[in-house]
T-cell receptor, first 118, second 113 residues
Framework: GAVVSQHPSWVICKSGTSVKIECRSLDFQATTMFWYRQFPKQSLMLMATSNEGSKATYEQGVEKDKFLINHASLTLSTLTVTSAHPEDSSFYIC??????????????FGPGTRLTVL | QQQVKQSPQSLIVQKGGISIINCAYENTAFDYFPWYQQFPGKGPALLIAIRPDVSEKKEGRFTISFNKSAKQFSLHIMDSQPGDSATYFCAASKDTGFQKLVFGTGTRLLVSP
């Protein structure tokens, strides 16, 4: 149980285009999802916290107009990188908290999406 | 105060040996300490977690030791195997409501055959 999927697993796009990444909780409902960014050989950097039915909360320094997050249902959150540029190339990872879980802190991570902007 | 410091940055251990990774935190409000294992190109997977009401937790070959007074916790991998070669992240969060995880910087473990 507690499987989180991401789609696509990798994407290559031209500079200036927008890219949408989906994060789905497959076998549980997630009221809260998180989006992280990870550069090579570095730790995970939290970008934003996404709550179902409400606006996402962005971490300091993360441009909310550039990284659009939508959490329209209890099993799906999307991250759209708008007008992507080469510096946006990174590994994007989502995680989800099981709504029914007894632990308030257990996050289940997706497999990540590798974005390369040419 | 939100930082979690992790060491070493990289570690090479012979097969069958013990791998030890250490983390230290400052925020005394943290009360949930998970460890994640990440293979290249994959998302992190929860390995083991501990809360401060116990000083040690063991699951198979993986053990967390927790020292509340020193604000330190460590991961021990017994009988390390080549398949354990991965990057390990410690993390910490508060348990009041749902708080975001603060990650350590990661340790790249290589277990030589």
């Amino acid at each position: 149980g507690a499987v989180v999927s991401q789609h696509p697993s990798w994407v290559i796009c031209k500079s200036g285009t927008s890219v949408k990444i989906e994060c789905r909780s497959l076998d549980f409902q997630a009221t809260t999802m998180f989006w992280y960014r990870q550069f090579p050989k570095q730790s995970l950097m939290l970008m934003a916290t996404s709550n179902e039915g409400s606006k996402a909360t962005y971490e300091q320094g993360v441009e909310k107009d550039k990284f659009l997050i939508n959490h329209a249902s209890l099993t799906l959150s999307t991250l759209t990188v708008t007008s992507a540029h080469p510096e946006d190339s990174s590994f994007y990872i989502c995680s989800a908290r099981d709504r029914a879980g007894t632990s308030t802190d257990t996050q289940y991570f997706g497999p990540g999406t590798r974005l390369t902007v040419l | 105060q939100q930082q979690v410091k992790q060491s070493p940055q990289s570690l090479i251990v012979q097969k069958g040996g013990i791998s030890i990774i250490n983390c230290a935190y400052e925020n005394t409000a943290f009360d949930y300490f998970p460890w994640y294992q990440q293979f290249p190109g994959k998302g992190p997977a929860l390995l083991i977690a501990i809360r401060p009401d116990v000083s040690e937790k063991k699951e198979g070959r993986f053990t967390i030791s927790f020292n509340k007074s020193a604000k330190q916790f460590s991961l021990h991998i017994m009988d390390s195997q080549p398949g354990d070669s991965a990057t390990y992240f410690c993390a910490a969060s508060k348990d009041t409501g749902f708080q975001k995880l603060v990650f350590g910087t990661g340790t790249r473990l290589l277990v030589s055959p």
